[in-house]
């Protein structure tokens, strides 16, 4: 916690975690993005449910590209560098697909897109937990997650807006992401290296000068020492370093809820909103205003997310998320299997992202971004956040042909067992880390 001597310049802080966290609205764009467009996908490349669940799931396999793009490049270059390369790609593949005339060439660009997505997805939240006091580095990596849900409230509201414009109406909505992209790209030249980065590359008098721009002179003395101290006899950043006996325990919680965080299912919902609203009758126009209901909810939850996530603690909203979404998604599936009315699935829909919004959204990119070695930190969130991505592909790729066999409902039962499962993994293998020093966290998972 912050000691008497030491403060901070807070609104600082707080104005480089936004910047950095703009990576997170671009990761909204391009997720969910594709629920409003798919119906008139759909239509444009004449999809087949293996084609309808690739095109979806093409930019997770992107998104692998890009976490481990983004693991080597920070290491080598610093985390700044990174985000202005993923703003970059950003602006280029959203072009991309908006002009492209072909399925192989707009599955290509989602590719594409995914790189920056996934590089994003691991950079901004390492960035901001480097930059920020123990003391609000939860909240601080929350912004993150919450730009993520504005980025997908916006793009939902976007697309209902353009859904009116006709068959080529999916071609403003991909377009329009080059706007942001370039916003984010300016932001970032603005921000400063990581010190934590600086330190490891033995450029100690600029990680000074970053750290007296963000605390006191108290605070830059006693992270200055922590820093060193955890960086001694570590130079290795290579992948087989990550799964070294010392580590192995923090490396195989951090890969565990970062999978469990996908295959819970609730991507599922964001994704395939409309699939999910038409199998129980619901018209177009009643899909995509659950989109954006669907986004309201999650931006509305992720706020209380953030006020709880260093006073209640990690541990606990992670515990009430899953054991909630478990319940939910048991209901969720009985009434769709009935045949309820859109009304009512509607309410279970949304308190199914509000269990996950307040708990599994923020509080595992939270976790990824503090639980790691000061020495390995790159590599390591790149293996877990590579696992995150490859279960979202799983997940996404998968839910068409289930619904197609099992009906919409099927999935969903399944969903529950795994967050059930979740609940005990979290009981069982997860420590709290709220208020600590990303140091001081070092020392308490190697000895887990």
Known sequence: ????????????????????????????????????????????FQLDAWWEGFLTGSLALGCIVGCLVAGNFSDKYGRRPGL???????????????????????????FIAGIGVGMASMLSPMYIAEVSPAHVRGRNVAINQLTIVTGILITNLVNYILADNGPDAWRWMFGLGAVPSVLFYLGVVWLPES???LFKAGKTEQAKVVLYTIGSAEFVKKTTAEIEKSLVGGTKTSYSAVFEKAVRPAVLV??????????????????????????????????????????IV?????????????????????????????IVYIVLAFLLQSQAAAGVVSI?????IGMYATSLAPVTWVLISEIFPNTIRGVASSVAIVSLWSAYFILVFTFPILAEKLGT????????????LGFLFVLRKVKETKGQTLEELEQSFAGH
């Open 254 to 295: 951090g890969i565990t809820l970062a999978v469990f965080q996908q295959l819970c299912g609730i991507n599922v919902v964001f994704n395939y909103t409309s699939t999910i609203f038409e199998s129980v009758g619901a018209s177009l126009d009643r899909q995509l205003f659950e989109t954006v209901s669907i986004g």
């Open 195 to 197: 010190p934590r980065w």
């Open 84 to 110: 202005m390369l993923a703003a970059a790609i950003f602006a280029v593949s959203s072009l991309g697909m908006a002009f492209s005339n072909s399925l192989a060439l707009f599955v290509s660009m989602r």
């Open 1 to 44: 916690m912050a000691s008497q001597n030491v403060t901070f310049n807070n609104s600082y802080i707080l104005g480089i975690s936004f910047i950095s966290a703009l990576g997170g609205y671009l990761f909204g764009f391009d997720f969910a993005v594709i629920s409003g467009a798919l119906p008139f996908l759909k239509a444009e």
């Open 409 to 420: 409902y099927g999935p969903f039962y399944l969903y529950a067992v795994i967050c059930f």
């Open 298 to 326: 999650n931006l509305l939850f992720t706020l209380l997310a953030m006020w709880q996530v260093d006073k209640l603690g990690r541990r606990p909203l992670m515990l009430i998320g899953s054991i909630g979404l478990s």
């Open 348 to 352: 279970f829909v949304m308190m199914a």
